[in-house]
């Protein structure tokens, strides 16, 4: 008994180091090479959705195995920073637009313009001539409401960004925090733009908002999730969070702001290093192409060639839901509203006692 | 005099010189040289040019940052008091009182420490949220910030506390308590004139671990902290918001502060003779008491009650459809998704912890009979001492970053376990490290310090005698450094986040994505199994020692009767 | 030649000074004690002999070999800790079996015969199986014996073997070790804080103090003669007493007291303590200066005597009995 154990563990050590090496080694690059091989994909896309992509990819490219690493767009971020000096993924997919701009921005993404780029919005690729990355689907800033907390409490309907500045609402709001929490960013970001960018009215709005909000969370998801059980009456999130919770049987509304939402992107990027699999090359043409647009669909209506599909029982055009959002301003300004922010809402959680 | 053997000084023991070489050499690169790369960020700017303490002002200047500061020290103070004065009391309980279920009791108290963390906050939300099941009863408190998080905390931290003093006050001298009766003393006077003394060591070191664990643990601000700045928190959105290394570098250097002080104060308490129970000591015979009795059982049936309530809130969400809003019992929860690594996660978590669990005790047990009863190299023993208490401060996605920023390089010769189950076994070792080295050298130190000396003379090589001789008289230590490397390695998540290769999820990982993603029953599900495996390495551990425990005590005692 | 010898040992222990210039030679099959309060520094010289410690300066020769470098498996020694040692879970044959199969030459029969003669040596076969913790700590310590011998070692090192146990075992104990010593024939260095075990059990004695040896000779030399007041003091009693011509000592067994005034040559003085000790009285006595000298006497004589507190008594020294120290002693 003790052998055979032994003998496990030394053959799980044994595998594993194999598994290092063979990642290490290069690969020759030929035609054949381009439908086969493993490659490694970093991801920040739900677990359930990963299952459902990848098996369609499969379905079409058996002989490739994909890895795939998926965390929170945070962490998956920060692990691909801190693995800058020699990165580990062959590409990343369906990870936020703004995370992709700091790979850039640090040099490490490797442009490539997949089969099909042309189909893609211009506003949802990056703006080089070769494109370093490239859109799949839109997310955006929704409202997830509790409908039995609501009526519990019997505040008053939803359907703006001002209406949550009535005074019904106070501690009954969770939201993302910014500094944590791409959303979190990006709601902000939209509070400010809608506002004027520069103008003092943004912040004249957010500083309502915060009187009425109970908590700063730190992920984007999670509002949606505490309004989901009830931990909140209203989580300010994003639409596929609260659209999910209600399929599972949630009793929550999902609410798309009048005015408009703060939006991001899923997307794509190749990883610059010395050895690019055929493979990863294949996955990204396959990651825009009309099959797979057509899975993202279903989980996000806005698609980034723009051809709108539909939220299951909204009347409108998703994309018309969009605020016209400037990315270059929000990561110009991203460390001065970050650091304003902190300044001005993050202190008041300072110990009370 | 001349000291003229000093020139022909020649190693004793060349293969055990070697061997500690090459453990010390081991443990640079697991955990020094590592720790390096990332806080040597601090002191430098975002494109690697050198900062000085330009980081450090940056931070302080920041009003909110600051804050947490406050905060942390806040929080980890009041938990750190509160945990010590229940693990107290709670071994106070089962040691020195009548009560009855002492065994119940004693397997309770662990409860905490066989889940993971994100299970306390899901645990104390569903008992105190909006929605939670006291709080519908009528028993509202606010659980969202500050008072969440050290509840949290205090449910991380009661084991180790408890744990420290069940061990402190199973030994006793009951003259001392015969001579206090004989003099008239009440038993306030006794509490505060012998026993607190005998314990005073506990006291110091619980209130030192419980405040470090508390100090650097991210879990709880995560899932219950809400708007609640600590410093953990801050390190987060340094590293996971905004991408800044640097900055996440100064607040992890800040946050090892608490082990350095908990060093120094162990240097002070251990220079300083600390009463040892002298060989003379008879058993203390506890009185009977009714009320004292009544008390405790009071105070333990509390403490058991909130354990026990927070499994059955557990267990409620994992068999019920969606809790609150739909009650129907399903045992669905166990399907796992595919996308969370499904059941094969859970697979790979035991694979992980037991390879962690055999490799982590292989070391540290070799490592510290090195540096307790060797004999060679006084300089290297002192510094792997010295460095033992550093990963207790160590937050783990202060390892999980600094073993990317060390093992990814490619200079690295070891590269090529980046990506593999290996450097999850290596993170968690040194992660885990600071308790079993204290399990490890506490067990050594009772060995009779000739047992070596003796070989030598019979000319039986150094190996055999720790073989034969040492590992034996040793074994509950060591399977308790097992079980402990084991259970944590089950349970762990900050580190192994960054570092879980592509094709090998883990299950406590899992848990936290199916919590992110709102499948909180799922989450139940996936903890109950956990909790189930180390029950059963638990359970293990309770049986062997429960057929040796008699042979082992008498064979110890034969070594304390001098 | 000395089958054991050591040149000129010095050792200290972070700046302190444990062995100054330390010279003692042991000869073949004798067995010496080391005698001396604790921390003089003899378990330390025991140490440096059996090479568990090495020394900062000095030779260690044993059998004309310089093993001052040499680690103790290559001496070639037995030896038996205070504490004894005994490895807890092993029975007591396991305990010797567990050297002695080291020795590649023997066959697991000559090894089981070996460790049964040794066993039967210090009168425990009938306990071979039996674990430490179930055996007395006589028994432990005869256990701890059998082992130091069973590999027929050059040479015999015991630290303080007797000082865990009861008078009784104690002294049964030393006679045992002596009559296995003399049956052996082995040379056997032991140390010891106990003047009664090195009196009765030592060939010769070397006292140490302070890092230094103070005094070697046989038991009967190094009480009779002490060659200085810290010997005299340590070893047996002694009273000190000063006059205009020098420092001299008396051992109270040799002081005659009288209750009659004789003729010549007395003290006077007035009991101001009797102590019984079994066969003995020891009359403590205050001398017209204020000395305070005591003297022991047979229980019977004492008896006889009729003394009591405060009666008046006149004690003789015999010059023969009387010890001169050159240097000067301050007042006891």
């Given at each position: 008994m003790k052998r055979r154990i032994l003998t496990y563990i030394v053959s799980v050590l044994l595998l594993t180091g194999s598994i290092g090496t063979l990642n290490g080694c290069g690969q020759q690059q030929t035609q054949a090479d381009a439908a086969k091989g493993d490659i490694t994909v970093y991801t920040?896309?739900?677990?359930?959705?990963?299952?459902?992509?990848?098996?369609?990819?499969?379905?079409?490219?058996?002989?490739?195995?994909v890895n795939t690493v998926r965390e929170s767009t945070g962490t998956i971020t920060a692990k691909l920073l801190a693995e800058k000096e020699n990165p580990q993924a062959d590409l990343v997919w369906g990870t936020a637009a703004s995370s992709m701009m700091v790979l850039d921005n640090q040099g490490m993404l490797e442009p490539y313009a997949p089969t099909g780029v042309e189909r893609i919005l211009p506003k949802f690729k990056s703006d080089k001539k070769v494109p370093t990355w490239v859109g799949n689907d839109v997310w955006e800033t929704a409202i997830v409401v509790n409908t039995v907390e609501a009526k519990k409490l019997g505040l008053p309907e939803i359907k703006s960004y001002q209406d949550l500045l009535k005074p019904e609402f106070k501690g009954h709001i969770v939201m993302s925090n910014p500094n944590s929490s791409g959303t979190g960013f990006l709601t902000v970001s939209a509070a400010l733009q809608l506002n004027g960018k520069d103008s003092e009215k943004g912040w004249e709005y957010l500083d309502k908002l915060h009187e009425n909000i109970s908590q700063y969370v730190h992920s984007g998801s999670k509002p949606?999730?505490?309004?989901?059980?009830?931990?909140?009456?209203?989580?300010?999130?994003?639409?596929?969070?609260?659209?999910?919770?209600?399929?599972?049987?949630?009793?929550?509304?999902?609410?798309?702001?009048?005015?408009?939402?703060?939006?991001?992107?899923?997307?794509?990027a190749l990883m610059k290093k010395d050895d690019i699999k055929p493979a990863a090359k294949t996955f990204l043409n396959w990651a825009i192409s009309d099959d797979a647009m057509n899975l993202y669909k279903a989980n996000y209506p806005i698609i980034a060639t723009g051809e709108g599909g539909k939220y299951e029982g909204f009347a409108f055009n998703p994309v018309d839901q969009l605020i016209d959002n400037d990315f270059s301003w929000a990561s110009e300004n991203r460390d001065n509203i970050l650091k304003k922010w902190m300044e001005k809402y993050d202190s008041k959680s300072a110990p009370k006692e | 005099m001349m000291l003229n053997n000093k020139q022909k000084l020649q190693i004793k023991n060349p293969s055990q010189s070697i061997l500690m070489l090459v453990l010390t050499f081991t443990f640079f690169t697991g955990m020094v040289l590592p720790l390096f790369t990332l806080f040597i960020k601090a002191f430098q700017n975002s494109d690697g040019g050198f900062a000085g303490f330009g980081n450090y002002l940056k931070y302080f200047s920041q009003p909110a940052l600051s804050y947490s500061v406050i905060n942390t020290i806040n929080v980890s103070f009041i938990t750190s008091v509160i945990s010590t004065v229940l693990g107290f009391a709670y071994a106070y309980a089962l040691r020195r009182t009548n009560i009855k279920l002492k065994k119940i009791f004693r397997y309770a108290a662990l409860f905490p420490i066989f889940v993971p963390t994100v299970v306390h906050g899901i645990g104390l939300i569903v008992l105190f949220g909006k929605q939670g099941i006291l709080t519908q009863l009528g028993f509202f408190i606010e659980i969202y910030g500050k008072t969440g998080i050290i509840l949290s905390e205090i449910i991380y931290t009661f084991p180790q506390s408890f744990l420290m003093f069940y061990v402190a006050l199973h030994y006793a001298d009951g003259r001392l308590y015969e001579v206090a009766d004989s003099m008239g003393c009440n038993a306030l006077v006794k509490f505060l004139r012998i026993t607190l003394p005998e314990v005073k060591y506990t006291l110091i070191n619980s209130l030192f671990v419980c405040f470090t664990l508390s100090f650097t643990d991210f879990g709880a601000p995560k899932v219950i902290g809400g708007s609640f700045n600590v410093l953990a928190t801050d390190l987060y959105k340094q590293v996971a918001g905004q991408f800044n290394f640097n900055m996440g570098a100064v607040v992890s250097t800040l946050l090892l502060i608490p082990a350095l002080l908990t060093f120094a104060a162990d240097r002070a308490l251990n220079s300083g003779n600390f009463s040892e129970i002298s060989s003379k000591a008879i058993k203390l015979k506890i009185k009977d008491n009714k009320l004292r009795d009544a008390m405790f059982f009071t105070v333990c049936f509390l403490i058991f009650s909130f354990f026990l309530l927070i499994i059955g809130a557990l267990t409620l969400d994992a068999l019920m459809k969606y809790y609150p809003y739909e009650?129907?019992?399903?045992?669905?929860?166990?399907?796992?998704?595919?996308?969370?690594?499904?059941?094969?996660?859970?697979?790979?978590?035991?694979?992980?912890?037991?390879?962690?669990?055999?490799?982590?005790?292989?070391?540290?047990?070799?490592?510290?009979?090195?540096?307790?009863?060797?004999?060679?190299?006084?300089?290297?023993?002192?510094?792997?001492?010295?460095?033992?208490?550093?990963?207790?401060a160590l937050p783990g996605m202060v390892i999980g970053l600094s073993f990317i920023f060390f093992f990814n390089s490619r200079e690295n010769p070891l590269n090529f376990i980046y990506g593999t189950v290996v450097i999850l076994v290596l993170a968690n070792i040194v992660h885990f490290y600071s308790v079993p080295y204290v399990t490890a050298a506490g067990a050594l130190r009772k060995l009779d310090k000739e047992f070596e000396s003796i070989a030598e003379s019979m000319r039986i090589p150094g190996w055999k005698v720790f073989l034969k001789v040492s590992v034996p008289m040793s074994f509950p230590a060591i399977l308790e450094i097992f079980m402990f490397y084991f259970v944590n390695s089950m349970v762990t998540v900050s580190a192994v986040v960054f570092l879980y290769p592509a094709d090998f999820k883990i299950a406590s990982v899992a848990i936290t994505h199916m919590e992110e993603a709102g499948d909180i029953a799922q989450a139940a599900a996936m903890s109950l199994l956990i909790l189930l495996v180390n029950l059963i390495i638990r359970g293990s551990y309770e049986i062997y020692m429960f057929f040796n425990r008699k042979h082992q005590k008498k064979m110890e005692e034969v070594m304390l009767d001098d | 030649m000395s089958y054991l010898k050591v040149e000129n040992i010095y050792k200290q222990f972070a700046g302190k000074v444990a062995l100054e210039d330390v010279n003692a030679e042991f000869e073949k099959g004798e067995l010496v004690c080391?005698?001396?309060?604790?921390?003089?520094?003899?378990?330390?010289?025991?140490?440096?002999?059996?090479?568990?410690?090495?020394?900062?300066?000095?030779?260690?020769?044993?059998?004309?070999?310089?093993?001052?470098?040499?680690?103790?498996?290559?001496?070639?020694?037995?030896?038996?800790?205070?504490?004894?040692a005994l490895f807890p879970n092993m029975t007591v044959e396991q305990n010797i079996l567990f050297g002695l199969s080291e020795q590649k030459k023997l066959n697991r029969k000559q090894l089981r015969s070996r460790a049964l003669e040794v066993l039967e040596l210090v009168d425990l076969t009938e306990h071979k199986n039996k674990y430490p913790f179930q055996l007395s700590g006589g028994q432990q310590q005869r256990t701890a014996l059998a082992r130091a011998i069973a590999l027929s070692p050059g040479y015999l090192l015991l630290d303080e073997p007797l000082s865990a146990l009861d008078a009784k075992v104690r002294s049964k104990l030393r006679l045992e070790i002596r009559r296995i010593q003399r049956e052996l024939g082995i040379t056997t260095v032991m140390v010891t804080h106990d003047q009664e075990e090195a009196l009765t059990m030592a060939d010769r004695i070397i006292v140490m103090n302070n890092a230094v040896i103070e005094q070697v000779g046989a038991p009967r030399a190094i009480y009779e003669r002490p060659e200085n007041k810290f010997v005299a003091d340590f070893i047996g009693t002694m009273n000190f007493y000063h006059n205009s011509t020098g420092d001299f000592g008396i051992r109270p067994e040799n002081i005659i007291l009288t209750k009659n005034k004789p003729s010549e040559n007395y003290l006077t003085g007035k009991i101001t303590f009797l102590e019984f000790k079994g066969a003995m009285i020891r009359v403590y006595s205050k001398l017209h200066d204020n000395c305070e000298i005591c003297a022991d006497l047979p229980a019977e004589t004492a008896a006889a005597m009729e003394l009591t507190e405060n009666d008046t008594v006149y004690l003789r020294i015999a010059d023969r009995h009387l010890i001169q120290y050159a240097e000067a002693l301050e007042a006891v």
């Open positions: 920040a896309l739900e677990d359930e959705q990963v299952t459902e992509y990848l098996a369609a990819f499969n379905k079409k490219y058996p002989d490739i195995k949606a999730k505490m309004a989901a059980a009830g931990e909140t009456a209203v989580g300010i999130s994003f639409g596929y969070a609260g659209i999910s919770q209600k399929s599972k049987g949630a009793p929550v509304e999902v609410i798309f702001p009048t005015e408009g939402s703060g939006w991001d992107l899923e997307a794509n | 009650r129907s019992f399903t045992f669905g929860h166990f399907k796992f998704s595919q996308s969370t690594g499904g059941i094969q996660s859970f697979v790979n978590s035991i694979v992980m912890s037991l390879l962690t669990a055999v490799f982590g005790t292989i070391f540290i047990f070799v490592y510290s009979y090195l540096i307790e009863k060797g004999k060679e190299m006084r300089t290297l023993k002192k510094i792997g001492r010295l460095l033992s208490v550093v990963p207790i | 080391i005698l001396g309060p604790s921390g003089c520094g003899k378990t330390t010289l025991l140490r440096i002999i059996a090479g568990l410690e090495t020394a900062d300066g000095g030779k260690v020769i044993i059998d004309g070999r310089d093993c001052t470098m040499l680690p103790p498996s290559k001496r070639n020694f037995g030896i038996v800790f205070q504490s004894y």
